[in-house]
């Protein structure tokens, strides 16, 4: 089907056939997209619905119909909470015994990271057969340029856009949100407009008078900090930034001056950028009671270590800082780096590198997290030379390739270090 942009008013979003008024007449539906310019918008802003909750209600169908909140124990956090949860006020970032409180009945799932980056990737590559131009923003969030995709697709980006949502859901099992403008900015604020399975739109007839009654918060970029200053001012609303000369609030408050004035008018230069690289790569885990002792922390490092190591051979990514993160019993935060003489893609290194630099924080002080991060990346050729100075090096380095190969045809739990072995109880 191709419908060009003069002649396309609106579609259903179920049968994306072309449709106007309350309900589609082929298959009746009340989903349907229009806007006056619905044929001419091309940004797009894609956000997956409740992610990691969507995942494990589409794995596991008795959870379709219940709260399910995805995070640590009653001393993590929220990761994600799914719509049901949302209604009694769980919210992402939530320490975890507060949205038991909200919410006792809630099912917590502990994160499964690998699945929900191995789903994140199915629906980049989707993406990427729309656009060359796709900007991840995290796992279940992109931007998408769909200028001059008309063409390739037989339909404007509105319906291009329709179509890729249909997917996600037909063929992954899972629910996206679509915002679609004419500005990074205004599809990222599109996209919350309606979730879940939102599409909305906001053109440029329409964009100041949109913005006019929002809060100042809206605006990327304006943290607590900035949004308290302008309240002492008495700026609460993007209106009244309209309404301010560009360079007043310039001599105000900076280059953050001139992008209040650019952005409260609707006016957003940035492109859509599809090199978006990672700049660490990292685990963390919050224990349900605080410990002290390095016996009791090495086993929980050396499994960290090897998510790490999973998730840079996965990115096919080297790495050559290696940080150490710790908080302890009373929130205060510590970070510890080394960088590695030669980059690393092992387990084994990133584990023996982090155990040292825990040695000497281990000294009497109690954790309640910690945490192992890799950073300054490289290609995974240059990693790991055999090592000299450690001889042994080059067998853990050839037991760690057998192991990933034994993990990779049967599972995770197929073979497991010595060290971070839990014993039958």
């Known amino acids: 089907m191709s419908i060009s942009a003069a002649s396309l008013a609106g579609f259903c979003r179920d049968c994306l056939t072309p449709a106007s008024g309350a309900r589609c007449r082929a298959c009746g539906?009340?989903?349907?997209?229009?806007?006056?310019?619905?044929g001419s918008l091309a940004i797009a802003h894609v956000d997956c619905d409740a992610f990691y909750a969507s995942i494990e209600k589409r794995d596991d169908p008795d959870l379709a119909d219940l709260p399910v909140i995805i995070g640590g124990r009653?001393?993590?956090?929220?990761?994600?909470?799914c719509y049901i949860a949302r209604i009694h006020g769980v919210r992402s970032a939530m320490?975890?015994?507060k949205a038991l409180e909200l919410c006792p009945e809630a099912v917590v799932i502990r994160p499964?990271?690998?699945?929900?980056?191995?789903?994140?990737?199915?629906?980049?590559?989707?993406?990427?057969?729309?656009?060359?131009?796709?900007?991840?923003?995290?796992?279940?969030?992109?931007?998408?340029?769909?200028?001059?995709?008309?063409?390739?697709?037989?339909?404007v980006p509105a319906l291009t856009i329709a179509r890729f949502a249909r997917r996600v859901e037909q063929e992954i099992g899972i629910t996206i949100s679509v915002g679609l403008s004419f500005n990074k900015f205004l599809a990222k604020l599109a996209s919350d407009l309606d979730k879940p399975r939102g599409f909305s739109v906001i053109g440029r007839a329409e964009a100041q008078t949109f913005l006019a009654d929002k809060p100042v918060s809206m605006i990327w970029g304006v943290g607590k900090a900035l949004e308290a200053?302008?309240?002492?001012?008495?700026?609460?609303?993007?209106?009244?930034?309209?309404?301010?000369?560009?360079?007043?609030?310039?001599?105000?408050?900076?280059?953050?001056?001139?992008?209040?004035?650019?952005?409260?008018?609707?006016?957003?230069?940035?492109?859509?950028?599809?090199?978006?690289e990672a700049k660490s790569i990292g685990a963390e885990t919050t224990f349900d009671h605080d410990r002290a002792d390095l016996a009791s922390l090495r086993p929980i490092l050396r499994r960290l270590a090897e998510k790490v190591s999973a998730r840079l051979k996965r990115a096919e990514l080297a790495a050559s800082n290696v940080t150490l993160k710790l908080k302890s019993a009373?929130?205060?935060?510590?970070?510890?780096?080394?960088?590695?003489?030669?980059?690393?893609?092992?387990?084994?290194?990133?584990?023996?590198?982090?155990?040292?630099?825990?040695?000497?924080?281990t000294d009497g002080t109690t954790y309640r997290l910690i945490g192992v991060?890799?950073?300054?990346?490289?290609?995974?050729?240059?990693?790991?030379?055999?090592?000299?100075?450690?001889?042994?090096?080059?067998?853990?380095a050839k037991a760690e390739e057998a192991i990933d190969k034994v993990r990779g045809k049967f599972g995770k739990a197929a073979v497991e270090h010595g060290l971070t072995f839990r014993k039958p109880e």
């Open 74 to 81: 009653k001393r993590g956090v929220v990761s994600t909470a």
């Open 95 to 97: 320490p975890m015994f």
């Open 330 to 361: 009373d929130f205060k935060l510590r970070t510890r780096s080394r960088q590695l003489a030669d980059p690393t893609r092992l387990a084994d290194r990133i584990f023996r590198t982090a155990e040292q630099m825990l040695a000497h924080e």
């Open 112 to 155: 499964n990271m690998e699945k929900y980056v191995a789903v994140g990737q199915q629906i980049r590559t989707l993406m990427q057969e729309l656009t060359p131009l796709v900007e991840p923003i995290s796992i279940d969030e992109a931007f998408l340029d769909l200028s001059g995709t008309e063409r390739l697709h037989g339909a």
């Open 229 to 276: 200053k302008l309240a002492e001012q008495g700026i609460k609303t993007i209106g009244q930034l309209q309404r301010m000369e560009e360079s007043d609030l310039a001599r105000r408050y900076g280059v953050m001056g001139l992008r209040l004035a650019r952005l409260a008018r609707a006016d957003d230069r940035r492109t859509v950028e599809p090199r978006h």
């Open 29 to 38: 539906s009340p989903r349907i997209a229009s806007h006056p310019e619905l």
């Open 373 to 396: 991060q890799v950073s300054d990346f490289s290609d995974p050729q240059l990693a790991d030379p055999d090592d000299l100075v450690d001889p042994a090096a080059a067998k853990r």
